[in-house]
């Protein structure tokens, strides 16, 4: 627990202290219900899970379906609006921001042939997602890769990729350095953009 509070004070100049990490982030708040629904989603007590996961939303405005695969680290700043589907799966040192969606592309017909099914994005470790952003269907979004506010990704993202648009494009490099750069831009310009 530790070692994640701190993971998101690196990545936030807002955050004070640990304490207040803890009492005000309604993010951190979402993953730690998420531990425990997930815990009873694996046991087979799938209602059990769902409703953790709905009292979670209702306490965070976050929603995270009890199935879904979270690293560690995972940090969802601000929080309000994100959903994160069943099938998802999170790397290590994630962050995302708000209003964002890693959702399902496949049509509300034949539910039945969807079970059990890869319908939603896997992302790497240290990728970055900004705030209203959509990743859809089961797209690998590679390691330190950065999704700009409100791109929509509809594809596979290699690593170290800056993505942005509708559809998003792939326009420059992320630093590669262990610094947190949201977004894959850096104080002095470290982004490289293709022009």
Partial sequence: MNDYLQSIIDRDPAAKSKLSVILTYPGVK???????A???CVAKFDLVARIISQFSRFLTGI???????????LFIDHGMGVVIGETSEIGDNVTIYHMVTLGGISPSIDSNDQRNVKRHP???????????????GPVIVGENAKIG?????????????VMVGIPAKNVGTAPTDKKFTPYGIAPGGDTKLDT
Wanted: no cysteine.
């Fill in 149 to 161: 506010a409100n791109a929509v990704v509809t594809k596979d993202v290699p690593e170290n990729a």
């Fill in 122 to 136: 896997t992302l790497k470790n240290n990728v970055v997602v900004g705030s209203g952003a959509q990743v859809l």
């Fill in 38 to 40: 997930h815990f009873f």
């Fill in 63 to 73: 929603e995270i379906h009890p199935k879904a695969k979270i690293g560690k680290n």
């Fill in 30 to 36: 979402a993953v730690l219900f998420h531990q425990v």
